[in-house]
Protein backbone atom coordinates (compact mmCIF):
# COMPACT_ATOMS: atom_id res chain seq x y z
CA UNK A 1 0.00 0.00 0.00
CA UNK A 2 1.25 3.21 -0.91
CA UNK A 3 2.62 5.42 2.32
CA UNK A 4 3.05 9.09 1.77
CA UNK A 5 5.91 10.79 2.98
CA UNK A 6 6.46 14.46 4.92
CA UNK A 7 8.83 16.78 2.68
CA UNK A 8 11.16 18.34 5.17
CA UNK A 9 14.39 20.15 3.81
CA UNK A 10 13.76 18.81 0.33
CA UNK A 11 13.82 15.07 1.04
CA UNK A 12 10.63 13.14 1.05
CA UNK A 13 10.82 11.17 5.11
CA UNK A 14 8.62 9.24 7.31
CA UNK A 15 7.57 10.26 10.18
CA UNK A 16 10.07 10.42 13.26
CA UNK A 17 7.53 8.48 15.05
CA UNK A 18 7.09 5.62 11.99
CA UNK A 19 3.31 5.96 12.79
CA UNK A 20 0.91 5.95 10.16
CA UNK A 21 -2.70 6.68 9.64
CA UNK A 22 -4.95 5.31 7.65
CA UNK A 23 -6.02 6.99 4.20
CA UNK A 24 -9.49 6.02 3.44
CA UNK A 25 -11.09 6.55 -0.56
CA UNK A 26 -14.51 7.98 0.18
CA UNK A 27 -16.42 6.37 -3.07
CA UNK A 28 -15.55 2.80 -1.95
CA UNK A 29 -14.81 3.12 1.97
CA UNK A 30 -11.56 1.19 1.57
CA UNK A 31 -8.39 2.20 3.19
CA UNK A 32 -6.15 2.76 0.43
CA UNK A 33 -2.71 4.35 1.50
CA UNK A 34 -1.05 5.61 4.87
CA UNK A 35 -0.45 8.71 5.82
CA UNK A 36 1.98 9.91 8.54
CA UNK A 37 1.14 10.79 11.93
CA UNK A 38 3.33 13.13 12.26
CA UNK A 39 3.84 14.79 15.41
CA UNK A 40 5.86 18.21 17.29
CA UNK A 41 9.04 16.48 16.38
CA UNK A 42 8.03 16.48 12.69
CA UNK A 43 6.95 19.80 13.03
CA UNK A 44 10.29 21.33 14.26
CA UNK A 45 12.40 19.75 11.66
CA UNK A 46 10.43 21.57 9.07
CA UNK A 47 10.29 24.70 11.01
CA UNK A 48 14.19 24.61 11.81
CA UNK A 49 14.37 23.70 7.83
CA UNK A 50 12.08 26.75 6.47
CA UNK A 51 14.01 29.22 9.17
CA UNK A 52 17.71 27.91 7.91
CA UNK A 53 16.17 28.85 4.46
CA UNK A 54 14.88 32.01 5.02
CA UNK A 55 17.77 34.51 4.46
CA UNK A 56 18.66 33.10 1.01
CA UNK A 57 14.83 32.71 0.19
CA UNK A 58 14.47 36.34 1.02
CA UNK A 59 17.19 37.62 -1.05
CA UNK A 60 16.50 35.97 -3.46
CA UNK A 61 15.64 38.00 -6.56
CA UNK A 62 11.98 38.31 -6.85
CA UNK A 63 12.30 37.35 -10.60
CA UNK A 64 14.18 33.85 -9.36
CA UNK A 65 11.03 33.33 -7.15
CA UNK A 66 8.72 33.82 -9.75
CA UNK A 67 10.01 31.39 -12.46
CA UNK A 68 10.55 28.67 -9.62
CA UNK A 69 6.70 29.29 -9.09
CA UNK A 70 5.73 29.35 -12.77
CA UNK A 71 7.89 25.81 -13.03
CA UNK A 72 5.13 24.52 -10.57
CA UNK A 73 1.94 25.82 -12.43
CA UNK A 74 3.81 24.16 -16.04
CA UNK A 75 4.14 21.04 -13.85
CA UNK A 76 1.03 20.65 -12.38
CA UNK A 77 -0.94 21.37 -15.66
CA UNK A 78 1.60 18.65 -17.74
CA UNK A 79 0.68 16.25 -14.42
CA UNK A 80 -3.24 17.34 -14.40
CA UNK A 81 -4.79 13.79 -14.91
CA UNK A 82 -2.79 12.10 -12.53
CA UNK A 83 -3.71 15.10 -10.20
CA UNK A 84 -7.03 15.10 -10.64
CA UNK A 85 -7.60 11.32 -11.04
CA UNK A 86 -5.91 11.53 -7.42
CA UNK A 87 -7.96 14.45 -6.00
CA UNK A 88 -10.97 12.19 -6.71
CA UNK A 89 -10.21 8.81 -5.25
CA UNK A 90 -8.55 10.85 -1.93
CA UNK A 91 -11.98 13.15 -1.73
CA UNK A 92 -14.80 12.18 -3.66
CA UNK A 93 -15.42 14.54 -5.83
CA UNK A 94 -16.08 13.46 -9.56
CA UNK A 95 -13.17 13.14 -11.59
CA UNK A 96 -14.44 15.77 -13.95
CA UNK A 97 -14.69 18.51 -11.67
CA UNK A 98 -10.85 17.90 -10.55
CA UNK A 99 -10.38 18.36 -13.70
CA UNK A 100 -11.84 21.30 -14.95
CA UNK A 101 -11.68 23.31 -11.71
CA UNK A 102 -10.10 22.33 -9.12
CA UNK A 103 -6.07 21.44 -10.86
CA UNK A 104 -6.23 23.84 -13.25
CA UNK A 105 -6.98 26.33 -10.92
CA UNK A 106 -3.80 25.17 -8.50
CA UNK A 107 -1.50 25.94 -11.58
CA UNK A 108 -3.30 29.30 -12.30
CA UNK A 109 -2.54 29.98 -7.91
CA UNK A 110 1.00 29.55 -9.06
CA UNK A 111 0.77 30.98 -11.80
CA UNK A 112 -1.09 34.35 -10.48
CA UNK A 113 1.02 35.32 -7.72
CA UNK A 114 4.58 34.38 -9.94
CA UNK A 115 3.09 37.55 -11.97
CA UNK A 116 2.13 39.57 -9.31
CA UNK A 117 5.23 39.60 -7.02
CA UNK A 118 7.06 41.02 -10.19
CA UNK A 119 4.19 43.81 -10.39
CA UNK A 120 4.18 44.32 -6.29
CA UNK A 121 5.39 47.81 -5.28
CA UNK A 122 4.81 49.90 -1.80
CA UNK A 123 4.16 53.13 -1.56
CA UNK A 124 5.92 56.69 -0.53
CA UNK A 125 4.41 59.62 0.47
CA UNK A 126 5.86 63.10 0.44
CA UNK A 127 5.27 65.35 3.11
CA UNK A 128 5.19 68.04 1.47
CA UNK A 129 8.86 69.43 1.44
CA UNK A 130 9.83 68.49 4.76
CA UNK A 131 10.43 64.90 3.96
CA UNK A 132 9.75 61.78 2.12
CA UNK A 133 8.38 58.91 3.35
CA UNK A 134 8.56 55.09 1.83
CA UNK A 135 7.02 52.08 2.83
CA UNK A 136 9.56 48.88 2.48
CA UNK A 137 7.35 45.53 1.94
CA UNK A 138 9.46 42.32 3.85
CA UNK A 139 8.93 38.52 4.30
CA UNK A 140 7.77 37.76 7.35
CA UNK A 141 10.13 34.37 7.49
CA UNK A 142 8.35 31.21 8.31
CA UNK A 143 4.61 30.88 7.79
CA UNK A 144 2.18 28.27 8.98
CA UNK A 145 -0.18 27.39 5.56
CA UNK A 146 -3.29 24.83 7.17
CA UNK A 147 -5.74 23.92 4.75
CA UNK A 148 -8.95 21.94 4.55
CA UNK A 149 -10.31 19.10 2.64
CA UNK A 150 -13.32 20.25 0.21
CA UNK A 151 -10.65 21.67 -2.41
CA UNK A 152 -7.61 19.96 -1.28
CA UNK A 153 -4.68 21.34 -3.51
CA UNK A 154 -6.65 24.03 -4.58
CA UNK A 155 -6.75 26.00 -1.87
CA UNK A 156 -3.22 24.82 -0.28
CA UNK A 157 -1.78 26.28 -3.44
CA UNK A 158 -3.58 29.71 -2.69
CA UNK A 159 -2.09 29.84 0.58
CA UNK A 160 1.61 28.42 -0.17
CA UNK A 161 2.19 30.34 -3.64
CA UNK A 162 1.55 34.02 -2.15
CA UNK A 163 3.88 33.00 0.92
CA UNK A 164 6.62 31.86 -1.58
CA UNK A 165 5.97 34.66 -3.94
CA UNK A 166 6.54 37.07 -1.18
CA UNK A 167 9.89 35.48 -0.01
CA UNK A 168 8.90 33.73 2.80
CA UNK A 169 9.62 30.00 3.88
CA UNK A 170 6.55 27.69 4.53
CA UNK A 171 5.24 24.75 6.53
CA UNK A 172 2.26 23.38 4.72
CA UNK A 173 -0.46 21.46 6.70
CA UNK A 174 -2.84 19.73 4.20
CA UNK A 175 -5.88 18.01 5.93
CA UNK A 176 -5.48 15.01 7.20
CA UNK A 177 -8.52 13.60 5.46
CA UNK A 178 -6.99 14.70 1.80
CA UNK A 179 -3.54 14.19 2.17
CA UNK A 180 -2.56 12.41 -1.31
CA UNK A 181 -2.31 15.99 -4.02
CA UNK A 182 -0.06 17.58 -1.69
CA UNK A 183 2.08 14.82 -1.60
CA UNK A 184 1.84 14.39 -5.25
CA UNK A 185 3.08 18.08 -4.89
CA UNK A 186 6.41 17.78 -2.98
CA UNK A 187 7.50 15.67 -5.84
CA UNK A 188 6.64 18.36 -7.71
CA UNK A 189 7.97 20.86 -5.77
CA UNK A 190 11.86 19.19 -6.37
CA UNK A 191 11.40 19.10 -10.01
CA UNK A 192 10.46 22.62 -9.81
CA UNK A 193 13.63 23.31 -8.32
CA UNK A 194 12.59 24.88 -5.39
CA UNK A 195 15.78 25.37 -2.66
CA UNK A 196 15.64 22.65 0.11
CA UNK A 197 13.87 24.35 2.78
CA UNK A 198 11.68 26.73 1.24
CA UNK A 199 8.76 24.28 0.99
CA UNK A 200 7.82 21.84 4.16
CA UNK A 201 4.90 19.65 3.79
CA UNK A 202 3.95 17.85 7.10
CA UNK A 203 0.82 15.28 7.15
CA UNK A 204 -0.85 14.56 10.33
CA UNK A 205 -3.79 15.51 12.71
CA UNK A 206 -4.91 18.83 13.17
CA UNK A 207 -4.83 18.70 17.09
CA UNK A 208 -1.29 16.88 17.28
CA UNK A 209 0.95 18.61 14.46
CA UNK A 210 -1.77 21.58 13.29
CA UNK A 211 -1.51 23.10 17.13
CA UNK A 212 2.23 22.07 17.36
CA UNK A 213 2.42 24.52 14.69
CA UNK A 214 0.57 27.42 15.45
CA UNK A 215 1.69 27.96 18.97
CA UNK A 216 5.54 27.63 17.98
CA UNK A 217 7.63 30.59 18.54
CA UNK A 218 9.42 30.87 15.00
CA UNK A 219 5.93 30.87 13.16
CA UNK A 220 5.16 34.66 12.49
CA UNK A 221 2.03 34.11 10.49
CA UNK A 222 -0.94 31.57 10.19
CA UNK A 223 -3.12 31.56 6.93
CA UNK A 224 -6.08 29.49 7.82
CA UNK A 225 -8.69 28.22 6.00
CA UNK A 226 -11.45 25.82 7.44
CA UNK A 227 -14.05 25.91 10.24
CA UNK A 228 -14.94 28.49 12.27
CA UNK A 229 -14.48 26.80 15.71
CA UNK A 230 -10.97 25.48 14.73
CA UNK A 231 -10.33 28.96 13.61
CA UNK A 232 -11.57 30.15 16.98
CA UNK A 233 -8.71 27.69 18.84
CA UNK A 234 -6.32 28.96 16.32
CA UNK A 235 -6.89 32.46 17.35
CA UNK A 236 -6.81 32.09 20.79
CA UNK A 237 -3.68 30.76 20.68
CA UNK A 238 -1.98 32.97 18.42
CA UNK A 239 -3.42 36.23 20.03
CA UNK A 240 -1.13 36.06 22.69
CA UNK A 241 1.85 35.52 20.87
CA UNK A 242 1.19 38.66 18.33
CA UNK A 243 1.03 36.01 15.22
CA UNK A 244 -0.15 37.69 11.90
CA UNK A 245 -3.58 35.83 11.39
CA UNK A 246 -5.78 35.18 8.51
CA UNK A 247 -8.52 32.75 8.85
CA UNK A 248 -11.04 31.91 6.07
CA UNK A 249 -13.82 30.01 7.77
CA UNK A 250 -17.37 28.38 7.38
CA UNK A 251 -20.50 30.30 5.56
CA UNK A 252 -24.23 29.88 5.42
CA UNK A 253 -24.80 31.98 2.40
CA UNK A 254 -28.36 33.46 1.05
CA UNK A 255 -28.76 32.95 -2.85
CA UNK A 256 -31.70 35.86 -3.23
CA UNK A 257 -33.88 35.09 -6.13
CA UNK A 258 -35.92 38.39 -7.10
CA UNK A 259 -39.06 37.26 -9.42
CA UNK A 260 -37.42 39.77 -12.41
CA UNK A 261 -34.17 37.55 -12.67
CA UNK A 262 -33.17 35.62 -15.72
CA UNK A 263 -34.91 32.32 -15.11
CA UNK A 264 -33.27 30.05 -16.73
CA UNK A 265 -30.06 31.36 -15.99
CA UNK A 266 -30.52 31.66 -11.97
CA UNK A 267 -31.67 27.82 -12.40
CA UNK A 268 -28.91 25.99 -14.20
CA UNK A 269 -26.42 28.40 -11.81
CA UNK A 270 -28.85 27.70 -8.50
CA UNK A 271 -28.30 24.12 -9.45
CA UNK A 272 -24.56 24.37 -9.43
CA UNK A 273 -24.05 26.63 -6.21
CA UNK A 274 -26.24 23.93 -4.11
CA UNK A 275 -24.84 21.20 -5.14
CA UNK A 276 -20.98 21.27 -6.97
CA UNK A 277 -18.85 19.03 -4.90
CA UNK A 278 -21.54 17.46 -3.03
CA UNK A 279 -21.97 21.41 -1.42
CA UNK A 280 -18.68 21.03 -0.25
CA UNK A 281 -17.79 24.40 -0.78
CA UNK A 282 -17.70 27.18 1.60
CA UNK A 283 -19.24 29.70 -1.02
CA UNK A 284 -22.39 27.18 -1.33
CA UNK A 285 -25.68 28.78 -1.22
CA UNK A 286 -27.25 26.65 1.05
CA UNK A 287 -30.43 28.96 1.94
CA UNK A 288 -32.25 29.65 -0.83
CA UNK A 289 -34.52 33.39 -0.53
CA UNK A 290 -37.11 33.45 -3.18
CA UNK A 291 -39.64 36.13 -4.00
CA UNK A 292 -43.21 34.54 -3.66
CA UNK A 293 -44.69 35.46 -6.60
CA UNK A 294 -41.94 33.12 -7.86
CA UNK A 295 -42.09 30.40 -5.02
CA UNK A 296 -44.00 27.71 -6.47
CA UNK A 297 -42.52 27.42 -10.34
CA UNK A 298 -39.16 28.07 -8.48
CA UNK A 299 -39.86 24.98 -6.43
CA UNK A 300 -40.94 22.60 -9.06
CA UNK A 301 -38.65 23.37 -11.21
CA UNK A 302 -35.67 23.01 -8.58
CA UNK A 303 -36.72 19.71 -7.51
CA UNK A 304 -37.12 18.50 -11.12
CA UNK A 305 -33.68 19.27 -11.62
CA UNK A 306 -32.09 18.23 -8.32
CA UNK A 307 -34.18 14.68 -9.16
CA UNK A 308 -32.13 14.68 -12.48
CA UNK A 309 -28.64 14.47 -10.95
CA UNK A 310 -26.49 11.67 -10.84
CA UNK A 311 -25.02 10.88 -8.14
CA UNK A 312 -22.23 8.06 -8.66
CA UNK A 313 -19.12 6.89 -8.93
CA UNK A 314 -16.20 10.10 -9.00
CA UNK A 315 -14.78 8.17 -11.58
CA UNK A 316 -17.47 8.16 -13.97
CA UNK A 317 -17.67 11.29 -16.26
CA UNK A 318 -21.15 10.64 -16.23
CA UNK A 319 -21.96 11.59 -12.33
CA UNK A 320 -22.95 14.84 -10.98
CA UNK A 321 -22.32 13.95 -7.68
CA UNK A 322 -19.48 12.26 -6.28
CA UNK A 323 -19.31 11.04 -2.74
CA UNK A 324 -19.19 12.44 0.91
CA UNK A 325 -15.64 13.11 1.94
CA UNK A 326 -15.38 10.83 5.02
CA UNK A 327 -18.20 8.41 6.85
CA UNK A 328 -18.00 11.33 10.08
CA UNK A 329 -19.19 13.71 7.36
CA UNK A 330 -21.88 11.83 5.94
CA UNK A 331 -23.13 11.47 9.39
CA UNK A 332 -23.08 14.88 10.36
CA UNK A 333 -25.15 15.90 7.17
CA UNK A 334 -27.82 12.88 7.90
CA UNK A 335 -27.89 14.43 11.48
CA UNK A 336 -28.97 18.08 9.80
CA UNK A 337 -31.62 16.05 7.65
CA UNK A 338 -32.80 14.96 10.82
CA UNK A 339 -32.76 18.27 12.61
CA UNK A 340 -34.77 19.51 9.81
CA UNK A 341 -37.43 17.25 10.38
CA UNK A 342 -37.96 17.90 13.61
CA UNK A 343 -37.85 21.30 13.44
CA UNK A 344 -40.94 20.77 11.06
CA UNK A 345 -39.36 21.01 7.68
CA UNK A 346 -40.46 19.10 4.44
CA UNK A 347 -37.99 16.98 2.54
CA UNK A 348 -38.85 18.06 -0.81
CA UNK A 349 -36.48 15.12 -2.35
CA UNK A 350 -33.69 13.91 -1.41
CA UNK A 351 -32.58 13.30 2.62
CA UNK A 352 -31.21 9.64 2.46
CA UNK A 353 -28.14 8.21 1.64
CA UNK A 354 -27.41 6.40 -1.91
CA UNK A 355 -26.50 3.13 -1.93
CA UNK A 356 -24.20 2.11 -5.24
CA UNK A 357 -23.32 -1.32 -6.86
CA UNK A 358 -20.16 -2.24 -7.83
CA UNK A 359 -16.67 -0.65 -6.43
CA UNK A 360 -18.69 1.78 -4.55
CA UNK A 361 -21.60 -0.32 -2.56
CA UNK A 362 -19.50 0.85 0.72
CA UNK A 363 -18.92 3.97 -0.01
CA UNK A 364 -20.65 7.39 1.14
CA UNK A 365 -23.16 9.05 -1.09
CA UNK A 366 -26.02 10.90 -0.37
CA UNK A 367 -29.03 12.60 -2.25
CA UNK A 368 -29.04 16.18 -3.07
CA UNK A 369 -31.53 17.52 -0.61
CA UNK A 370 -34.15 20.11 -1.01
CA UNK A 371 -36.26 21.59 2.17
CA UNK A 372 -38.86 23.67 2.63
CA UNK A 373 -41.25 24.99 5.61
CA UNK A 374 -38.78 25.61 7.75
CA UNK A 375 -38.42 29.46 9.99
CA UNK A 376 -34.84 31.60 8.98
CA UNK A 377 -34.34 31.28 12.59
CA UNK A 378 -34.05 27.52 13.21
CA UNK A 379 -30.97 25.28 13.69
CA UNK A 380 -31.18 24.15 10.32
CA UNK A 381 -31.53 27.80 8.89
CA UNK A 382 -28.57 29.05 10.86
CA UNK A 383 -25.60 26.15 11.23
CA UNK A 384 -23.36 25.27 8.49
CA UNK A 385 -24.03 21.83 7.13
CA UNK A 386 -21.95 21.76 4.50
CA UNK A 387 -23.20 19.23 2.30
CA UNK A 388 -25.90 18.72 -0.72
CA UNK A 389 -28.43 20.22 1.45
CA UNK A 390 -30.32 23.30 0.69
CA UNK A 391 -33.32 25.01 2.02
CA UNK A 392 -36.12 27.08 0.25
CA UNK A 393 -37.62 30.48 1.94
CA UNK A 394 -40.57 32.49 0.53
CA UNK A 395 -39.68 36.02 1.08
CA UNK A 396 -42.34 39.11 0.26
CA UNK A 397 -39.87 42.03 0.09
CA UNK A 398 -36.44 43.66 -0.05
CA UNK A 399 -36.23 44.95 3.61
CA UNK A 400 -37.32 41.09 4.71
CA UNK A 401 -35.35 39.73 3.05
CA UNK A 402 -32.42 41.39 3.87
CA UNK A 403 -32.98 41.35 7.35
CA UNK A 404 -32.89 37.21 6.97
CA UNK A 405 -30.13 36.87 5.25
CA UNK A 406 -28.13 38.98 7.55
CA UNK A 407 -29.30 36.94 10.62
CA UNK A 408 -26.78 34.22 10.69
CA UNK A 409 -23.63 34.52 12.59
CA UNK A 410 -22.06 33.60 9.42
CA UNK A 411 -20.87 36.49 6.57
CA UNK A 412 -18.85 34.88 3.35
CA UNK A 413 -20.85 35.08 0.24
CA UNK A 414 -23.76 35.68 -1.30
CA UNK A 415 -25.31 35.72 -4.32
CA UNK A 416 -28.34 37.98 -5.60
CA UNK A 417 -30.61 37.47 -8.96
CA UNK A 418 -32.60 40.48 -10.32
CA UNK A 419 -32.54 42.31 -13.81
CA UNK A 420 -33.29 45.16 -11.64
CA UNK A 421 -29.62 46.72 -11.31
CA UNK A 422 -30.37 49.18 -8.47
CA UNK A 423 -31.28 46.93 -6.39
CA UNK A 424 -28.66 44.85 -7.14
CA UNK A 425 -26.15 47.91 -5.94
CA UNK A 426 -28.61 48.21 -2.91
CA UNK A 427 -28.77 44.40 -1.96
CA UNK A 428 -25.26 44.18 -2.15
CA UNK A 429 -24.45 47.45 -0.40
CA UNK A 430 -26.24 46.13 2.61
CA UNK A 431 -25.72 42.15 2.69
CA UNK A 432 -22.47 41.58 5.68
CA UNK A 433 -21.01 39.00 3.44
CA UNK A 434 -16.92 39.58 2.16
CA UNK A 435 -18.25 37.80 -1.31
CA UNK A 436 -21.14 39.13 -3.34
CA UNK A 437 -21.98 37.93 -6.37
CA UNK A 438 -24.85 39.35 -8.76
CA UNK A 439 -26.20 37.13 -11.08
CA UNK A 440 -23.20 34.73 -11.07
CA UNK A 441 -21.40 32.26 -8.84
CA UNK A 442 -18.02 31.52 -8.05
CA UNK A 443 -16.94 33.73 -11.28
CA UNK A 444 -13.63 34.32 -9.99
CA UNK A 445 -10.79 37.27 -10.47
CA UNK A 446 -7.95 36.05 -8.59
CA UNK A 447 -7.03 39.96 -8.02
CA UNK A 448 -10.07 40.28 -5.98
CA UNK A 449 -10.13 40.24 -2.29
CA UNK A 450 -11.38 36.71 -1.28
CA UNK A 451 -12.54 36.31 2.26
CA UNK A 452 -15.87 36.63 5.03
CA UNK A 453 -16.85 39.08 7.80
CA UNK A 454 -18.39 37.68 11.34
CA UNK A 455 -18.02 34.31 11.99
CA UNK A 456 -16.74 33.60 8.28
CA UNK A 457 -13.20 34.74 9.11
CA UNK A 458 -10.63 37.61 9.19
CA UNK A 459 -8.85 39.16 7.01
CA UNK A 460 -8.73 38.71 3.19
CA UNK A 461 -6.91 36.29 0.73
CA UNK A 462 -6.33 37.14 -3.24
CA UNK A 463 -4.50 39.50 -4.71
CA UNK A 464 -2.43 42.49 -3.66
CA UNK A 465 -4.33 41.53 -0.35
CA UNK A 466 -2.38 37.86 -0.29
CA UNK A 467 1.01 39.92 -0.91
CA UNK A 468 0.25 42.41 2.25
CA UNK A 469 -0.21 39.57 4.40
CA UNK A 470 2.78 37.63 3.99
CA UNK A 471 4.75 40.91 4.41
CA UNK A 472 5.53 43.05 6.81
CA UNK A 473 5.29 46.93 6.24
CA UNK A 474 8.35 48.99 7.18
CA UNK A 475 7.94 53.04 7.15
CA UNK A 476 10.99 54.94 6.72
CA UNK A 477 11.16 58.39 6.81
CA UNK A 478 13.68 60.82 5.40
CA UNK A 479 14.33 64.47 6.45
CA UNK A 480 14.84 66.16 3.36
P1 LIG B 1 -11.29 21.92 10.03
O1 LIG B 1 -11.36 23.21 10.75
O2 LIG B 1 -11.68 20.70 10.74
O3 LIG B 1 -9.80 21.63 9.51
C1 LIG B 1 -9.08 22.53 8.68
C2 LIG B 1 -7.60 22.27 8.86
O4 LIG B 1 -7.20 22.61 10.19
C3 LIG B 1 -7.23 20.80 8.68
O5 LIG B 1 -5.96 20.73 8.07
C4 LIG B 1 -7.20 20.31 10.13
O6 LIG B 1 -6.43 19.16 10.30
C5 LIG B 1 -6.56 21.51 10.81
N1 LIG B 1 -6.79 21.58 12.24
C6 LIG B 1 -7.74 20.96 13.01
N2 LIG B 1 -7.59 21.30 14.31
C7 LIG B 1 -6.53 22.14 14.39
C8 LIG B 1 -5.88 22.84 15.45
N3 LIG B 1 -6.29 22.74 16.70
N4 LIG B 1 -4.83 23.62 15.15
C9 LIG B 1 -4.41 23.77 13.89
N5 LIG B 1 -4.96 23.12 12.83
C10 LIG B 1 -6.02 22.33 13.07
O7 LIG B 1 -12.13 22.12 8.69
P2 LIG B 1 -12.47 21.04 7.60
O8 LIG B 1 -11.22 20.42 7.07
O9 LIG B 1 -13.55 20.18 8.17
O10 LIG B 1 -13.06 21.95 6.43
C11 LIG B 1 -14.39 22.33 6.32
C12 LIG B 1 -14.58 23.75 6.83
O11 LIG B 1 -13.76 24.64 6.10
C13 LIG B 1 -16.00 24.25 6.63
O12 LIG B 1 -16.43 24.90 7.77
C14 LIG B 1 -15.87 25.24 5.49
O13 LIG B 1 -16.84 26.23 5.48
C15 LIG B 1 -14.50 25.79 5.73
N6 LIG B 1 -13.97 26.39 4.51
C16 LIG B 1 -13.85 27.74 4.42
C17 LIG B 1 -13.41 28.34 3.25
C18 LIG B 1 -13.24 29.82 3.14
O14 LIG B 1 -12.55 30.26 2.22
N7 LIG B 1 -13.82 30.63 4.01
C19 LIG B 1 -13.07 27.53 2.08
C20 LIG B 1 -13.20 26.11 2.29
C21 LIG B 1 -13.65 25.57 3.48
P3 LIG B 1 -7.06 17.68 10.17
O15 LIG B 1 -8.24 17.72 9.29
O16 LIG B 1 -5.95 16.93 9.58
O17 LIG B 1 -7.37 17.26 11.57
Known sequence: MQKIQNFINGSLVPPEGVAYLNNTNPATGQVYSLIPDSDHRDIELAINAADAAFPVWANTPVAERADILLNFAKLILENLD???????VDNGKPVALAKSVDIPRAADNFKFFAHAIVNFSSEAHPTETRAINYTLRTPLGVVACISPWNLPLYLF????????????????????????????????????????????????????????????????????????????????????LFKKLSLELGGKNPNIIFADCNYDEMLATTLRSSFSNQGQICLCGSRIFIEKSLYSKFKN????????????????????????????????????????????????????RVNLDGQCKDGWFMEPTVIDGLPPSCRTNQEEIFGPVVTLIPFENEKEVLKQANSTKYGLSATIWTENLTRAHRMANKIQAGIIWVNCWMLRDLRTPFGGTKSSGVGREGGLEALRFFTEPKNVCVKL
Open 82 to 88: ALAEAES
Open 301 to 352: DFVEAANKLVVGDPQSENSNLGAIVSEAHLHKIQSYIQLAREEGGTILTGGN
Open 157 to 240: TWKIAPALAAGNCVVGKPSEVTPMTAFLLSELAQQAGIPKGVLNIVHGTGPKIGSALTCHEKISAISFTGGTLTGAEIARTAAP
